[in-house]
């Protein structure tokens, strides 16, 4: 008997499916406060999420209040002609907007009272090179403990001038970017992965830059860190969800979160499943996921990718 053909559209739609989707702007941010204020709901680090929430809120009010600088004629030559990220994070030289967007969000999350103190305050006590140098050793991943109050309020701003940048260049100039494993703008690594649902889209990978909000398409069951597709497996929060993918044998939200791990570089990232909650956001859905960190982490995996709202440790 002759062997059934697949004909589910699969195949066309990875190829139709596009490769890099740009930032939306106007919903990306407001739509994570919403969901930040859903997980706080009977969480219980429910106060830190709204917080949280707080300084979404604020980069959704502040990416749409300027327009985006720029971006130099060098950087999209060497973008075209040598597939180099337009918008390297280490390199890019910062137009000073991004402080301006750091002192509205700080004015902005000011107004949510005694939670926001610690981090309005340790941000209000750097200089300006002091800010810039927080900065860098955020976008290198090399925050020192001292840092950890002000990173929240850094890396948002960070996040808010980059995805402004990043949703202002042209999708063909980096849809061709041949390295996987950063983001195809500005080189940073992922905070997450999300298989995502419905349209041209449905039931495919994409990671989502920890920076500047940017997603690319990766195949599934294949380390986002190291490429390897014979070692991965997955861990969630509920016994018995250790192997299969998708998460067919859990249920509710741990259903719709996991580790994907890999024996080969000893990384992980998580992976979320919109299949499992329509809801799911790369950041806010990470930060609600700390205790999947820690059992991942006990055994023996470091995280690949950084959440800029984070100072890991400071849980
Ligand atoms: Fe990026
Ligand atoms: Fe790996």
């Known amino acids: 008997m002759a062997t059934p053909i697949i004909t589910d559209g699969t195949m066309e739609r990875v190829i139709s499916a596009p490769r890099v989707v740009l930032p939306d702007t106007v919903g990306l941010f407001a739509e994570r406060a919403s969901r930040f204020l859903q997980l706080a709901n009977g969480h219980p680090m429910a106060d830190y999420l709204k917080l949280m929430a707080a300084v979404s809120q604020a980069q959704h ?5 300027r327009e985006a600088p720029v971006v130099p004629d060098e950087a999209l030559e060497r973008s075209r002609d040598y597939g180099m990220p337009p918008l390297t994070a280490l390199s890019h030289a910062r137009d000073p907007q991004w402080r301006d967007d750091l002192r509205d969000l700080l004015a ?3 107004g949510h009272g005694v939670p926001a103190q610690a ?7 750097l200089d300006d090179i002091s800010t810039e140098a927080l900065a860098d050793r955020l976008l290198a991943g090399s925050t020192l403990d001292t840092d950890a109050a002000a990173v929240p309020l850094v890396g948002a701003a960070l ?4 995805t402004r940048l990043a949703a202002s260049i042209n999708v063909d100039l980096v849809k061709n970017f041949d390295v996987h494993t950063v983001c195809p703008v ?14 041209e889209r449905n039931n495919l990978r994409y ?11 990766m195949a ?13 497996h997955y861990l969630s929060l509920q016994a018995g969800g250790d192997d299969s993918e998708p998460a067919s044998n859990t249920v509710g939200i741990a259903a719709a979160r996991r580790a994907e791990a890999c024996d080969e570089c000893k990384s992980y990232l998580k992976i979320f499943y919109q299949e499992k909650d329509p809801s799911v956001d790369p950041v806010a859905d ?4 700390l205790a999947l960190d820690v059992l991942v982490d006990e055994r023996g995996f470091g995280r690949s990718g950084p959440n800029l709202l984070f100072h890991p440790g400071s849980a």
Do not use: H
């Not at 996040?159 to 980059?162: I, K, L, N, R, S």
């Not at 500005?186 to 349209?199: D, E, T, W």
């Open 220 to 232: 599934r069951i294949k380390c986002s860190a190291c490429e390897d597709d014979k070692t991965v």
């Open 186 to 199: 500005c080189a940073m690594r992922p905070v997450a992965s999300v298989v995502r649902l419905g349209g």
């Open 108 to 110: 902005q999350v000011e």
């Open 286 to 289: 990470d930060l609600a996921s």
């Open 61 to 65: 009010d502040v990416i749409g209040a």
């Open 207 to 217: 990671l989502c830059c920890s920076l500047c909000s940017c997603e690319w398409n």
């Open 119 to 125: 981090m309005v305050k340790a941000v209000r006590a």
């Open 159 to 162: 996040q808010t001038y980059f």
